[in-house]
């Protein structure tokens, strides 16, 4: 049965960091998916985040967060990562891993067929 699992959410002060794991259990191997990352805080829609190719060498990031989140894969693993930096009070969010196939990096969470049962991630001042 294809699964994601996600870990390493919690509560941190604003201006921390954390890095989110997602561990794929997937037909084959995760060099086969375009792997996302969503979040929902609380009381709003779910938002895109960031995604990565296929081969895990090109990005592509939600204006909120460019510059701080960083990506990444590791097909040898089937984990993709999201290392969190300077967090924000506004990044308190339930954050989801998710999986699809083809090769577009889409922010359109619809597109996306796999998903975890998400991990909290909680930023105080």
């Known amino acids: 049965q294809a699964q994601l699992v996600e870990s390493g959410g919690g509560t941190v002060q604003a201006g921390a960091s954390l890095r989110l794991a997602c561990v794929a259990s997937?037909?084959?191997?995760?060099?086969?998916?375009?792997l996302g990352w969503f979040r929902q805080p609380p009381g709003k829609e779910r938002e895109f985040v960031a995604a990565i190719n296929r081969g895990g060498e090109t990005p592509r990031y939600g204006d909120s967060v460019k510059g701080r989140f960083t990506i990444s894969k590791d097909n040898a693993r089937n984990t993709v990562y999201l290392q969190m930096n300077n967090l924000k009070t506004e990044d308190t969010a339930v954050y989801y891993c998710?999986?699809?196939?083809?090769?577009?990096?889409?922010?359109?969470?619809?597109?996306?067929?796999?998903w975890g049962q998400g991990t909290q991630v909680t930023v105080t001042e």
């Open positions: 998710a999986s699809k196939g083809g090769f577009a990096l889409e922010d359109n969470s619809n597109m996306y067929g796999i």
């Open positions: 997937l037909e084959g191997s995760t060099s086969k998916y375009v």
